[in-house]
Structures are given as structure tokens and as C-alpha cells.
């Protein structure tokens, strides 16, 4: 049980500076993630449709290498 909570423990601190980073990135008009070249956004009128394909991307590539040097042993 000590092991699952350690990992609990673990996750929230990375969601919490993943947060923190995400808050201070915005302070910086050169790095917008979620309007990255490649995120598609298409504005008609009153309609609005937003879909971050690039941010997608870059995020799940991101996260599968940081997964990759925690697992390996």
C-alpha cells in the first residue's frame, strides 16, 4: 500500500509543476503551447472549432520519453 501511495505522492508533484510550468509559459508571448504551427483552427462567423493535432503530438512524444527513462532500469 506504501508503494501506491508513493506513486500518488509522485504524480500529484508532477501535475503541480506541469501546472506551475504551464502558468509561467503564458508570462512569455514566444511560447504559446496549444497554438503551436500544426494546430488546426478554423474560425467562420459565429463558429469556432479548435484542434490541437501539433500540441497533441509534441505532448504525447514528450510524455513517452519521460515514461521510457523512468522504466527503464
Do not use: C, Q
Not at 44 to 73: D, E
Amino acid at each position: 500500500m506504501s508503494t501506491i501511495g508513493r506513486y500518488l505522492v509522485l504524480l500529484g508533484a508532477g501535475i503541480a509543476v506541469i501546472g506551475f510550468l504551464l502558468i509561467v509559459a503564458g508570462r512569455f508571448p514566444g511560447f504559446k503551447i496549444g497554438r503551436l504551427p500544426g494546430d488546426i483552427y478554423i474560425e467562420r462567423g459565429h463558429w469556432r472549432f479548435y484542434f490541437p493535432l501539433m500540441t497533441s503530438i509534441l505532448l504525447s512524444v514528450l510524455l513517452s520519453f519521460i515514461l521510457w527513462l523512468v522504466s527503464r532500469k
